[in-house]
């Protein structure tokens, strides 16, 4: 079972509220991730973090940020929330990252609404 | 075109019976295959590992990829209704990236 965990699980909000989705993994993993999932879409790769203070943005365009002030929290922001965010976010952490033995750690994901 | 294809299904299979599930891929630095599986509102865990080309079993589960074809392979054996998930097929290159690309994903039902 991963120690890695997400709140809140599913969130409905209004267009132009800023929310935060929260994601904390107590294995001591410096790598973590974000993942954006749509329904019959692959998974994206939004943002990546290789430890404290360190953050990149990933391969798909997202508006939101992220922070690693320590190494087990790595929350995702919308300033701004819009319909076109409405998806599922996955985070995720790894000990030695996809270009060693690979294993990602997911959470149950973060399933944000806007209407 | 993607890096990465993959049938999104859906497989519709009986109990008992053999699944193949495939992954097609275009860049042929990628060195590292695996394939995750993903239960409804759950986030995807890892099946299976492979590095380069070969065969790897783990109990009903083998893993196959052929990189002269840029194809992978996950086949099931005697499938189970637990079984029945989402299984995403994802590739890195290794050394210093830390991305791994995923496939869209194949949903699996396994009939009782």
């Known amino acids: 079972e991963a120690d890695i965990y997400q709140t809140p699980r599913y969130l409905v909000i209004g267009t132009g509220k800023k929310i935060t989705l929260e994601c904390s993994q107590t294995m001591g993993h410096d790598k973590m991730y974000w993942y954006q999932q749509d329904p019959g879409m692959e998974l994206h790769l939004i943002h990546y973090s290789y430890g404290v203070n360190s953050t990149e943005k990933g391969d798909l365009s997202s508006e939101s940020t992220v922070s690693r002030i320590r190494t087990e929290h790595f929350p995702l922001t919308l300033e701004s929330a819009r319909p076109s965010h409405t998806s599922q976010y996955l985070c995720a952490s790894s000990e030695y990252g996809a270009g060693g033995s690979g294993e990602l750690f997911f959470g149950e994901g973060s399933r944000l609404t806007v209407l | 075109q993607k890096e990465v294809e993959q049938d999104p299904g859906p497989l519709s299979v009986p109990e008992g019976a053999i699944v193949s599930l495939n992954c097609t891929y275009s860049n042929s630095a990628f060195q590292y295959f695996m394939w995750y599986r993903q239960y409804s509102r759950k986030g995807p865990e890892l099946l299976m590992y492979t590095y380069s080309s070969g065969n790897k079993e783990d109990g009903r589960f083998t893993a196959q990829v052929d990189k002269s074809s840029k194809y992978i392979s996950l086949f099931i054996r005697d499938s189970q209704p637990s079984d029945s998930a989402t299984y995403l097929c994802?590739?890195?290159?290794?050394?210093?990236?830390?991305?791994?690309?995923f496939g869209t994903g194949t949903l699996l039902a396994v009939q009782p």
């Open positions: 994802a590739m890195a290159e290794g050394g210093a990236t830390n991305k791994l690309i």
